[in-house]
Nanobody, 125 residues
Framework: QVQLVESGGGLVQAGGSLRLSCAAS????????MAWFRQTPGKEREFVAA????????AYADSVKGRFTISRGNVKTPVYLQMNSLKPEDTAVYYC??????????????????WGQGTQVTVSS
């Protein structure tokens, strides 16, 4: 059974940091671009960051550029999201996602085929 499981979320004060991890099981995703998205109640899921299969190309939403860093890991934990200088507006459920076809690290929800269940990140002011 293919599964992505996010971890590392929690409650942090504004200006603090968190590191999210995405664990994979059931198959390897190292050949595919992966991404992080986030969602708040009543809003559509929004792009945060994406990374190519080899980790040599990344993309970020303007709202997180310079504060968040996406990186590749190993087979069991293929992607991370380091979040620094967190702001209250970063509060959301964060999801990791992966393509299962070759392609660029895009920013559209429809480009990704498998999703985790999400981890809550809450930033207090």
């Amino acid at each position: 059974q293919v599964q992505l499981v996010e971890s590392g979320g929690g409650l942090v004060q504004a200006g603090g940091s968190l590191r999210l991890s995405c664990a994979a099981s059931g198959r390897t995703f190292r050949s595919y671009a992966m991404a992080w998205f986030r969602q708040t109640p009543g809003k559509e899921r929004e792009f945060v960051a994406a990374i190519s299969s080899k980790g040599d190309s990344t993309a970020y939403a303007d709202s997180v550029k310079g504060r968040f860093t996406i990186s590749r890991g190993n087979v069991k934990t293929p992607v991370y999201l380091q979040m620094n200088s967190l702001k209250p507006e970063d509060t959301a459920v964060y999801y990791c996602a992966t393509r299962t076809t070759l392609g660029a690290a895009g920013s559209l929800v429809g480009e990704y085929d498998y999703w985790g269940q999400g981890t809550q990140v809450t930033v207090s002011s």
